[in-house]
């Protein structure tokens, strides 16, 4: 069955400093990929996609993730957070068997410490 | 401007008074849907449709329905609501059946029945 996993609940990281958010999917065809953030008392908005080609793909805000097929990932990364990358995370699948549908993991929120 | 609009944002309710959560697109998008979103479940598909008349259920459909007459409207109906279905609720759109464009999302209701 299809699935999206992302493994950390919670992550708090410094200002300034590098962010990396896993996520691990399962899916048996080449996925559509993508990565959602919401600010608080937000809906979500879509940060960036993966559907082929080059598997660094660049997103607004300064984020990137990278598709790793080998290792069934599409983890989101950031060189230095701002104190407003504060938020809840959430990874996505879109899947096209027998019809058009997301699956998305269960977000991981992340704290900015000033 | 390009947007999910729903209504009401807050909502606090009785046990089995019927009501309606309206969602509103200005994109001409085919696809919309609608989620809930529990603390540690992420978000799952209550129902989606493809087009005007052309409605299914997603992943928890149980106590919802929804209706399709319009392009840009998709409301979503609470018929007789229970304390189990209180809860953040988003309605999304897209267009067509491609995951080209990701979702855009509404900024969400939160729905309160006591």
């Known amino acids: 069955a299809q699935s999206v996993t992302q493994p950390d609940i919670h992550i708090t990281v410094s200002e300034g400093a590098s962010l990396e958010l896993r996520c691990n999917y399962s899916?048996?065809?080449?996925?559509?990929l993508f990565w959602y953030v919401q600010s608080p008392g937000q809906g979500l908005q879509l940060l960036l996609k993966y559907f082929s080609g080059d598997t660094l793909v660049q997103g607004i805000k300064g984020f990137e993730a990278e598709f790793k097929r080998s290792q069934s990932s599409f983890n989101l990364r950031k060189p230095s957070v701002h104190w407003s990358d504060a938020a809840e995370y959430f990874c996505a699948v879109g899947t096209t068997s027998g019809t058009y549908k997301y699956i998305f993991g269960t977000g991981t929120r992340l704290k900015v410490l000033a | 401007e390009a947007q999910v609009t729903q209504n009401p944002r807050y909502l606090i309710t009785v046990t089995g008074k019927k009501l309606t959560v309206t969602c509103s697109q200005n994109?001409?998008?085919?696809?919309m849907s609608w989620y809930r979103q529990d603390p540690g479940l992420g978000l799952r598909q209550i129902y989606y449709?493809?087009?005007?008349?052309?409605?299914d259920k997603g992943d928890v459909p149980e106590g919802y329905k929804v209706s399709r007459k319009e392009k840009r409207n998709f409301p979503l109906i609470l018929e007789s609501p229970s304390p189990n279905q209180t809860s953040l609720y988003f309605c999304a759109s897209m267009p067509g059946t491609t995951f080209n464009y990701g979702y855009t999302f509404g900024s969400g209701t939160r729905l309160t029945v006591v």
């Open positions: 449709s493809m087009n005007v008349e052309v409605t």
């Open positions: 994109m001409n998008h085919e696809y």
């Open positions: 899916y048996g065809a080449t996925p559509y």
